[in-house]
């Protein structure tokens, strides 16, 4: 690379493309006539082919843009911070929320509260989750801080209802258990970087 | 360090480079401590002995690695808290504790208050270089209150230590783990004492000590408070609630007259019911002890809806009309003002039966000792090495009493002597120099002759009290039977050269001997054999220094209560023993010195917690409801002498006595608002209720309230009056005694605390009784169910008191132990 590069100082000017115009008219009749060879052109039908050739294509090739919101939504990033979901584990259905009470803790609005108890099988059992949506701001720590990945921000934005419960229960958050199958890995906030596993120091085992 | 110690007993040391003081004789870590320098440690315990499981307070005193729990300062040592093979030793150390550690944090009920997590963290142990295989470890509840979860134990032994050191009943005990051996390898590659530590941790776990799967103890659960991981844990609290959700209200335990500070534990019920509630209580374990009722009687409140304008009206009409106003010592040192001032107001009678028994022989002992307060806290006996406790039950009366006793046994190398007439088979466990008199009911003041009798300096002694005490002596001459050592020489033939020798042998040989006994017919006259007793109490005595005595409320309530007051105050004189005294219920010594206390109650009464024609009652049960202790602010007068703050955990929203008092004869605002008007000629101090601290210093300095004073008084010539054998009770005798963990309506309210009304008995008592008795008191008769307690001995029984509305002290009268015909129903 030559050094004559950088003396020209003179940046850019060399990409401009100059339009070709035409002078713009000076007497009373010189206007007039630039009126009359405008609006008589064919330059309008130019345009109305565009629309016509979008609407043919819409209309009888199947090519239609339009989406009908709500029938029809637009795939969301998973970085968005929708109404929450609770995950479930995808070997046994359990749902995965441990109850260690992190979220609650992180919650800067103080919208989320749990009950917690010791169950049959010793383990610590979530016996009631809500989240208040009414006050919830949609941060997302509760998704970052959680251990278990199972609080997530869904793709759900709509948060109007008729009613607020209708969003805050535990059972309602949670992945039907029919659609386990359909539950998607979780890309947003407080997921596993990609780069995790170089992290990572092993723990010897002696088994 | 505070001024106030003594400068001789103090020594210079000089950690990392700086200079601080320590007193003499303390171990290395506490003396770091007190000057808040760092030391590591897991397992040790301040007022118990070191364990040396974890080997984490490893530090290097003058050159030389000591263990800071288990090496006492010296002058001018110079130590250094981390050289390098120090920090690796204890890297390793904390990587063993991690191994095999289940990664269970998220849910384990310490959150995050762990110790295994936070010297993981100090340490930066950020990778695991050993392994070995796990072994199963079952999760266990071993008692109606304790829950553990081996797994996640790391056998500190804090939990053991306490309850043989501190708690007495040694329930728990390290046991075989049953762990795979290590590999030989680590032996050569890892540092010296991380390897020990983890040969030992591999091979135990903790177990209740009776080798059944249930603990045999107090459900004290000092164990739970004193665990630095998850593994013990209250039954009921077991994941339930994050630490941090609580919170934590500094408050004085109402149920003893221990006043123990602790803290109770809120949040909100549940998701749907945002009223709150208590979770736990919890303690300075380093520099308190809490028993059964403490930590678990706490959801004792009196939830009211609001304020109920009917019954308040009814209320003040009762108390003008009142004569007597009726009350026990479950109150706090204002509301007892508040009683007083009616008292002086509207002329009533005042009528608090524990608290007037104790008046009245506090009152007898101040006049002959010339002071207004017992010598002795309970703090400064557990710093004696030689115990004697009289007149009372020492495992129910008040745990801490009983721990101080346990603890001088186990910590000073001490001694102590037990007097009660009801037989129990824990005390004597507490250690090996322990000489227990099962003496008949009424004997006390033979006990405390007895006491005059072995430590009082003679030259001290009045004449008649001297003569008194050597008219129980005579000297018989014995035909004893001694081994003596003879010579005896013989000729033996050495079999390999065949050569004579002559071989002289010791052979021991019994002589007979005549020897003169002198036998003390006082240690006969309380049930023990004199000769014996002598050869036990000279060991006893052995490098003994400080000298202490519990008394218990056997004595105040004893029939001669004022000639052993002077006994205990001549027993101050004459001898190096300071004594304590255990007030029997709650604030009973508040209630004493702030209220003129009358014997009987006459007309129409008012009952405050008690039986009344009017009830005011913080049970629930009463005509106007009034806040329980959990529930209101206010000070408490334990048996330490100290005046505690104690801090209202819940809501209360009815009406409390100083809204009664505002419409009776003009109050200040609020309740706390008569603190600064305690008497302080009876000793209290003119503070305001918000400047009262309540808290410990790191070097255990109770900094809680103030110290009541004790007030000079002109003491009278003590004259003491010799024994009374007409007190002795003979036959069937009932004792007024709680169970364990029980000790007001309150404590029996608690849903944790499962002991029952009823007549305690020994388990041969019990079978001899049957499941049912009746009881005549000759003036009234009771129906009660017998309970089995397996660590009681002989055939007295022992009837709770704790339900004032059964009128347990009403059916005693003014005697803790009645002759009463029992009948089997």
């Known amino acids: ?207 | 360090m505070s001024e106030v110690k003594t400068v001789e007993n103090m020594v210079t040391i000089t950690i990392d480079g700086k200079t601080y003081h320590a007193k003499e004789g303390e171990y290395i870590l506490n003396a770091a401590r007190a000057n808040d320098v760092f030391i590591p440690a897991i397992c040790y315990l301040t007022r118990c002995s070191p364990t040396l499981a974890c080997r984490l307070c490893l530090v290097e005193a003058d050159g030389k690695q000591v263990y800071a729990c288990n090496a006492k300062v010296k002058e001018g040592m110079e130590i250094t808290v981390d050289t390098p093979n120090i920090l690796a030793e204890r890297r390793a150390i904390m990587e063993v504790y991690d191994v095999n550690h289940p990664l269970q944090c998220g849910v384990c009920d310490k959150s995050g208050e762990c110790e295994l997590q936070n010297y993981t963290l100090e340490l930066a142990v950020d990778s695991q270089t050993y392994a070995i295989p796990d072994t199963k470890r079952e999760v266990k509840d071993w008692s109606s209150v304790l829950h553990y979860d081996a797994g996640l134990c790391i056998v500190c032994e804090r939990c053991t230590t306490v309850c043989k050191d501190m708690i007495g009943d040694a329930a728990i005990s390290t046991t075989k783990r049953g762990g795979e051996p290590l590999d030989k390898a680590y032996k050569e590659t890892m540092p010296k004492d991380a390897y020990a530590m983890w040969n030992k941790l591999q091979k135990s776990i903790i177990a209740p000590s009776n080798g059944t799967d249930f603990t045999d103890c107090s459900d004290c659960g000092e164990c739970t408070a004193v665990c630095p991981v998850g593994a013990l844990t209250g039954r009921d609290f077991v994941y339930t609630s994050n630490a941090w959700e609580l919170e934590r209200v500094p408050a004085t335990c109402a149920h003893c007259s221990s006043g123990c500070q602790i803290y109770y534990e809120k949040k909100h019920t549940s998701v749907s019911d945002r009223s709150e509630k208590i979770y736990r209580v919890t303690n300075e374990w380093n520099y308190v002890s809490l028993c059964g009722a403490g930590r678990y009687g706490y959801d004792f409140e009196n939830r009211v809806e609001g304020k109920d304008e009917a019954a308040f009206n009814a209320a003040v009409e009762a108390l003008k009309k009142a004569e007597t106003i009726r009350f026990n010592s479950v109150i706090t040192n204002e509301e007892a003002l508040m009683l007083q001032t009616l008292k002086e107001k509207l002329g009533v009678k005042l009528v608090n039966l524990d608290a007037r028994a104790f008046q009245k022989f506090l009152a007898s002992y101040s006049k002959a000792a010339g002071q207004s307060l017992y010598s002795y806290d309970f703090k400064e006996v557990m710093a004696t090495d030689f115990v004697i406790s009289i007149g009372a039950a020492l495992r129910n009366d008040n745990p801490n009493a009983r721990y101080a006793f346990n603890n001088v046994q186990k910590m000073n190398k001490g001694a102590g002597l037990y007097f009660h007439p009801v037989g129990d088979n824990l005390v004597p466990t507490f250690g090996k120099n322990i000489e227990v008199f099962t003496h008949k009911v009424g004997l006390e003041e033979a006990a405390l002759y007895l006491v005059l009798d072995l430590f009082a300096d003679k030259e001290k002694l009045p004449e008649d009290v001297k003569s008194y005490l050597e008219s129980f002596k005579t000297t018989t001459t014995k035909t004893a039977k001694e081994k003596v050592m003879k010579d005896v020489t013989e000729t033996v033939i050495d079999e390999e050269t065949g050569e004579e020798k002559e071989v002289t042998k010791k052979v021991p040989e019994m002589v007979e001997k005549e020897v003169t006994v002198e036998k003390n017919g006082l240690v006969e006259l309380l049930g023990k054999e004199s000769d014996a007793f002598d050869v036990a109490f000279e060991k006893m005595m052995k490098k003994k220094e400080s000298f202490s005595m519990i008394v218990g409320e056997d004595l105040y309530f004893h029939e001669r209560a004022e000639n052993i007051a002077k006994l205990i105050a001549l027993i101050e004189q004459t001898t190096p023993i300071r004594v304590a005294m255990i007030p029997p219920k709650t604030n009973s010594l508040g209630v004493a010195l702030i209220c003129d206390l009358d014997d009987e109650a006459t007309g129409y009464t008012v009952g405050y917690n008690e039986n009344g024609d009017f009830k005011l009652s913080a049970l629930g049960d009463g005509d106007l409801d009034m806040p329980a202790m959990n529930q209101q602010e206010g000070t408490l007068t334990n048996m330490h002498k100290r005046v505690t703050p104690t801090n209202a955990a819940l809501e209360y929203k009815g009406y409390e006595l100083n809204d009664l008092m505002k419409a009776l004869v003009g109050a200040p605002e609020l309740t706390v608002d008569w603190t600064k008007s305690l008497p302080v000629e009876k000793g209290f101090e003119s503070v305001a209720f918000d400047d009262l601290p309540n808290g410990y210093l790191n070097d255990g300095t109770e900094n809680r309230g103030y110290a009541l004073n004790s007030i000079a008084c002109d003491a009278d010539t003590v004259a003491v009056e010799p024994i009374d054998e007409q007190c002795v009770l003979e036959g069937e005798i009932v004792y007024r005694c709680n169970p364990q963990r029980q000790f007001n309506d309150f404590s029996d309210k608690a849903h944790e605390i499962f002991e029952s009304f009823g007549l305690y008995a020994s388990p041969a008592k019990a079978e001899h009784l049957g499941a049912r008795v009746e009881i005549d008191f000759g003036n009234r008769s009771i129906v009660v169910d017998v309970i089995e307690d397996d660590r009681m001995e002989g055939d007295i029984t022992a009837l709770a008191d704790f339900k004032s509305a059964e009128d347990v002290y009403g059916l005693f009268g003014n005697a803790r132990y009645r002759k009463v015909t029992m009948r089997k129903v």
Not at chain 1, 1 to 22: I, P, S, T, W
Not at chain 1, 36 to 58: C, D, H, P, S
Not at chain 1, 96 to 107: S, V
Not at chain 1, 143 to 161: D, F, M, N
């Open chain 1, 1 to 207: 690379m030559g050094l004559e590069q950088f003396k020209n100082r003179n940046v850019g000017q060399q990409n401009y493309v100059m339009l070709d115009l035409e002078h713009t008219p000076e007497t009373g009749m010189g206007k007039f006539r630039q009126v009359v060879r405008r609006t008589f052109k064919a330059e309008l039908f130019v345009g109305l082919w565009v629309t016509m050739r979008e609407m043919i294509n819409a209309l009888f090739k199947g090519q239609m843009h339009t989406v009908k919101y709500p029938f029809e939504k637009l795939p969301i990033s998973p970085r968005y911070r929708a109404i929450h979901e609770m995950l479930r584990l995808l070997e046994s259905g359990h749902y995965r929320c441990i109850g260690c009470g992190l979220c609650e803790k992180i919650c800067i609005s103080n919208c989320i509260t749990m009950d917690t108890r010791y169950d049959e099988n010793q383990r610590k059992e979530v016996s009631e989750y809500t989240i208040n949506f009414g006050r919830c701001i949609f941060c997302g720590y509760c998704a970052e801080v959680c251990p278990e990945l199972a609080i997530v921000h869904g793709p759900r934005y709509e948060t109007a209802s008729e009613q607020r419960a209708s969003f805050s229960l535990f059972e309602d958050m949670l992945t039907p258990i029919d659609k386990l199958n359909l539950q998607q890995e979780y890309d947003g906030f407080g997921a596993v970087t990609p780069n995790a596993d170089e992290n990572i120091k092993k723990t010897p085992l002696a088994y």
